[in-house]
């Protein structure tokens, strides 16, 4: 139990894959015009594509990309090659369609959801003050904000949030993917954006997986060896000074993680409940999901890794998850440009399934598949 009687609510309605259904797809893979098992990964997709919606014609539109920002104090330390403006300028970025995932949501056509979880300077007040005006959004752009304005605490000196604080941002979240859910959404893509936040990543991966800080904190946005070492002890100091427990997941998360860092935990959470698949990215959104699967193992299942990030931590993630990535292209830029990639591999997976002839539509005399091919898949 979580402490929330929401959230347990949520998690309450994470169940398994949808055996039959998995069962269904595999079947209908092995009936077109091709040896069994013959598309690899594609098939493995399709099936989990089933067994998530509990539909073997699961299909990947409209589909949606979220991402979500926000500032972190420990950013102040120097842990990024970017000044912390820089979470406040992408943003602007990302609704005026400049970034590199609103490219690639316009390729795919895809919806592009921008969240200020706590981008410094924005929201309805800082202080006493209130702001001159939000982000604007550009076309095919959708905008969504916490109303918080700032940053996290230095997670290296104490918690970077309350409880509170942690939970109100899951549960926005929460609210996010249930709306998503309602509009018909069949297909969730994660992306985030934060200066300072593999700093937070590292730290809760390290928290989680109970990896040693060296091993999981890579260069982030650049560093040298030098800056990277000095990473690696904010780090240490950060788990020395919080002393997390693994067996406390929302405390884990309010010590050392970030606000876009717990919206997508709602994300996760809230898109496994309603059944809808959720694509994560890199090292960011791998933290997301620690977090998540912490709260209910029966998520991971739910959740398809698009990709290896050049962040060391991730392959760390992926191992703890059990999760296997579709694509290692290198990447480690963050925004969702994994995950919108791997959007690409599902659209293949289900175009096959639907749209290759069958053996019998088509006359062609077939194999039939060895004993128990379709039932050692359907459990994959």
Known sequence: MTGSSRLDAVVDRIAPLDAAAMAAASARLDRLTKPPGSLGRLEE?????????????????????????????????????????????????????????????????????????????????????????????????????????????????????????????????????????????????????????????????????????????????????????????????????????PTDPLGVLAALGGLEIAVLVGVLLGGAASRVPVVLDGFITGAAALVAAAIAPDVTARLIASHRSAEPGHAVQLERLGLQPLLDLELRLGEGTGAALAIGLLDAATSLRDEMATFESAGVAGRPAPAGTTARRARS
């Open 45 to 245: 997709l399709a099936i989990r594509l089933a067994g998530i919606t509990g539909r073997s014609d699961a299909g990947t539109r409209p589909r949606t990309i979220v991402v979500a920002a926000a500032d972190h104090g420990v950013a102040a330390r120097g842990v990024s090659a970017y000044p912390p403006d820089v979470t406040r300028q992408m943003v602007a970025n990302f609704l005026a369609g400049g970034a590199a995932i609103a490219v690639l949501a316009r390729l795919l056509d895809a919806g592009l959801v921008i969240v200020d979880a706590g981008v410094e300077g924005h929201g309805p007040f800082v202080g006493r003050e209130r702001q001159p005006g939000p982000f604007a959004p550009g076309p095919s752009v959708e905008f969504r904000s916490t109303g918080r304005g700032r940053a996290t605490a230095d997670l290296s000196v104490g918690p970077a949030m309350t409880r509170v604080a942690a939970l109100a941002a899951v549960e926005f979240g929460l609210d996010l993917a249930a709306d998503l859910a309602d509009r018909g959404t069949a297909l969730i893509g994660l992306g985030e954006m934060g200066i300072g936040n593999t700093t937070s990543a590292a730290a809760l991966t390290s928290a989680l997986c109970g990896a040693q800080p060296d091993a999981v904190t890579g260069p982030g946005t650049g560093l040298d060896e030098a800056a990277r070492l000095r990473k690696v002890a904010i780090v240490e100091h950060a788990l020395a000074v919080n002393r997390p427990d």
